[in-house]
């Protein structure tokens, strides 16, 4: 059980186009969602926390109407990154929550955006 | 605010050696701590996590963790590294509130030496 998917795994884009990445809770459901941001070698940084049915609270320093978010049910949540630049590749990671799992994550598989 | 200190980017081992992976936190209220684990260009699983009760945690894999509330503490062990271990692994604190955020250390690289 709690299986969460992204789609799609890997995704290559010119400069200045936008880019859609699915987040999927298959076997629960997602109270609430997370977006992270992982550079090479480096830690995962939160980027936005998202609730069904409500706007997403972003963390700070990250641009909203960049990296734009939508929890429209309780096993979907996109997040779109609009006008990517090449600075925006990155690996995205999302996770979902569901309300009585002890505040426990659980994690998608990644999705690896390059930008030329 | 809560944080997480990973001591140590790197840490090596000869397979068969006891593998200790660091973790400190602080936090303003009692915490919940997660011990995950990445593997390259995939997701983090859970490998175990500290909720309340026994403070000695057993995960997946062989692993476990003690949670030392006097020296703000969670470092994972496991008795005998395998090759498979060989992965990132990162610890994290939830502060238990309806945030449901979770506070990442910066990661410890575990490579393990045939």
């Not at chain 1, 480096?42 to 972003?58: F, P, V």
């Not at chain 2, 602080?26 to 593997?39: E, H, N």
Request: include cysteine.
């Amino acid at each position: 059980g709690a299986v969460v998917s992204q789609h799609p795994s890997w995704v290559i884009c010119k400069s200045g186009t936008s880019v859609k990445i699915e987040c999927r809770s298959l076997d629960f459901q997602a109270t609430t969602m997370f977006w992270y941001r992982q550079f090479p070698k480096q830690s995962l940084m939160l980027m936005a926390t998202s609730n069904e049915g409500s706007k997403a609270t972003y963390e700070q320093g990250v641009e909203k109407d960049k990296f734009l978010i939508n929890h429209a049910s309780l096993t979907l949540s996109t997040l779109t990154v609009t006008s990517a630049h090449p600075e925006d590749s990155s690996f995205y990671i999302c996770s979902a929550s569901e309300e009585s799992s002890y505040n426990e994550q659980f994690f998608g598989p990644g999705t690896r955006l390059t930008v030329l | 605010a809560q944080s997480v200190t990973q001591l140590g980017s790197h840490v090596s081992v000869s397979e068969g050696a006891l593998v200790l992976l660091r973790c400190n936190y602080s936090s303003s209220v009692p915490p919940y701590l997660f011990w995950y684990v990445q593997y390259p260009n995939q997701g983090l699983q859970l490998l175990l996590k500290y909720t309340t009760g026994a403070t000695l945690v057993k995960g997946i894999n062989g692993f476990e963790a003690e949670f030392k509330k006097s020296e703000t503490s969670f470092h994972l062990t496991k008795p005998s590294a395998h090759m498979s271990d060989a992965a990132e692994y990162f610890c994290a604190v939830s502060e238990g509130d309806s945030s449901y955020k979770l506070i990442f250390g910066s990661g410890t690289r575990l490579l393990v030496r045939p």
